[in-house]
């Protein structure tokens, strides 16, 4: 696990961007996992400046996202497909055709859910995989004792995760309680994960899910488990890490390494 550790929130969006372009740049028709909420505001901005400013090409890509809410219709001003145009579609030139978001006012959830899988593997699977992380350490709406090896589904919203989420709406009443989501074992299907947390009301999450041991009571843990996984972290989102030295000392040399070797 490479874990990086940026000042603030808008050097760790840059750092993100900069790896999701990265990407993008390698193959141009890579598969995009995507997270919503208010940490990854900042990469998809830098990504649509990116587009606009440096040809971020899009054309090629293919999107999967996480998650969306319940009953919840795509052109609800609080809908994850809203929030994903509006923050970054609507910015880049990516095909519609090749944008997937859960549906969850699908008539049959659960085979809509069999379809999501088989999309994701008809196109070759998730090539990079952002994600947040919530401050009970649940990634996705993996909600805390979600099996590590769940594949897309219904599931129910925990009392925190709705008072969470209530900013984004008028009052804590119209938040659904229940979301369609990727599962822990979907996720861990990517052939990279990157994970993003700021400020210090995550510090206890990372910390857990870092250098806690793996358990389904903190779901994000199971990156550990994973062979290729970044961790970008503003200085906050880090302060509880008891090896945060280390993890600076090694992305030193990260660098290092790769700018002699012309990577």
């Known amino acids: 696990m490479r874990v990086i550790i940026e000042t603030d929130y808008a050097a760790m969006s840059r750092k993100a961007a900069g790896i999701i372009a990265k990407e993008i740049r390698s193959k141009p028709n890579a598969v995009l996992g995507l997270a919503t909420g208010s940490t ?16 971020l090409d899009f054309s090629g890509v293919r999107t999967f996202n996480l ?70 350490g649940h990634i996705g709406f993996n909600e805390p004792g979600s099996s590590l090896g769940s594949r897309t589904r219904l599931k129910t919203l925990t009392e925190e995760t709705i008072r969470d989420n209530a900013r984004f709406f ?12 990727m599962g822990v074992g979907t996720i861990l299907d990517a052939k990279k994960l990157l994970m993003l947390a700021s400020g210090s009301n995550k510090a206890r999450a990372v910390r857990d899910a870092i250098e806690g041991p793996v358990s389904a009571q903190v779901t994000a843990s199971v990156l550990q ?10 200085e906050e989102a880090a302060s509880m890490l008891s090896r ?14 790769e700018a002699e070797a012309g990577t």
């Open 40 to 55: 990854p505001l900042g990469v998809y901005h830098e990504l649509v400046r990116m587009h606009e400013k440096e040809n």
């Open 244 to 257: 945060s030295a280390y993890y600076i000392y090694v992305e030193r040399m990260a660098e290092k390494f």
């Open 67 to 136: 998650d969306e809410y319940y009953r919840l219709r795509p052109d609800h001003p609080e809908s994850y497909h809203t929030f994903m145009f509006k923050n970054l579609f609507d910015g880049i030139n990516v095909n519609p055709a090749n944008v997937s978001i859960p549906d969850g006012m699908a008539a049959d959830i659960g085979l809509f859910c069999e379809s999501y899988e088989r999309r994701i593997k008809d196109a070759g699977g998730v090539d990079i995989q952002l994600l947040g992380i919530g401050r009970d």
């Open 225 to 234: 488990l994973h062979p290729n996984v970044m961790v970008v972290l503003d």
């Open 170 to 181: 008028d009052n804590e009443g119209e938040v659904p309680h229940f979301a369609v989501t």
